[in-house]
């Protein structure tokens, strides 16, 4: 199975910060990577998909990119509705897995 | 709109069976592959497995945890999805979620909780 690892696995930042978070994966998955934000008592939703692209309908300050093994998320200005757990999750190979999960808050 | 709605979660103990629905709406729910998910408290999301469209085949894939215990199917008539959920473990506890597709996830339901407890 194909492991993912987030860091940080939380952080905290103030409104208006630029926030990044990394995930990588145990092997070349190319650009298969999509990042999920949950908040507390909700589904997940999906912000990027394939890396690099925007879902309709996300806000752009949210992007995404790195292909292979390495990959970064980026807000690009931190909104308190950004609170969250944020997931990157590899769609190369079944089973289909998760990293961790990095938690958002703000300070 | 796409929605999709679980249910028959609930309290089990363990080795008993428990079967879920995933009831689809707002697209053609026979053209489109349905994944099952779960995350248990506290904890992160796992992939359970999922089930092609007919056009696939209908055939199944399940993570090594659940091969052999859990089994996927569909019913386009109905446009719904069931994970017939057998012998459970405690460690099955957790809030199962059903998505459209296999991958790149756009659309899940609200979950549906199950406990798998004595």
């Known amino acids: 199975d194909i492991q993912m690892t987030q860091s940080p696995s939380s952080l905290s930042a103030s409104v208006g910060d630029r926030v990044t978070i990394t995930c990588q994966a145990s092997?070349?998955?190319?650009?298969?990577l999509n990042w999920y934000q949950q908040k507390p008592g909700k589904a997940p939703k999906l912000l990027i998909y394939?890396?690099?692209n925007l879902e309709t309908g996300v806000p752009s300050r949210f992007s995404g990119s790195g292909s292979a093994t390495y990959f970064t998320f980026t807000i690009s200005s931190l909104q308190p509705e950004d609170i969250g757990t944020y997931y990157c999750q590899q769609s190369d190979n079944l089973p289909f897995t998760f990293g961790p999960g990095t938690k958002v808050d703000i300070k | 709109e796409v929605q999709l709605v679980e249910s028959g979660g609930g309290l089990v103990q363990p080795g008993r069976s428990l079967r879920l629905s995933c009831k689809a709406s707002g697209f053609t729910f026979g053209n489109y592959a349905l994944s099952w998910f779960r995350q248990a408290p506290g904890k992160g999301l796992e992939w359970v497995g999922f089930?092609?469209?007919?056009?696939?085949?209908?055939?199944?894939e399940y993570a090594a945890s659940v091969k052999g215990r859990f089994t996927i199917s569909r019913d386009d008539s109905k446009s719904i999805a069931y994970l017939q959920m057998n012998s459970l473990k405690t460690e099955d506890t957790a809030l199962y979620y059903c998505t459209r597709d296999t991958s790149t996830l756009e659309y899940w339901g609200q979950g549906t909780l199950v406990t798998v407890s004595s």
């Open positions: 092997q070349d998955i190319s650009k298969y």
């Open positions: 394939d890396a690099s």
């Open positions: 089930i092609r469209d007919k056009s696939y085949g209908g055939t199944t």
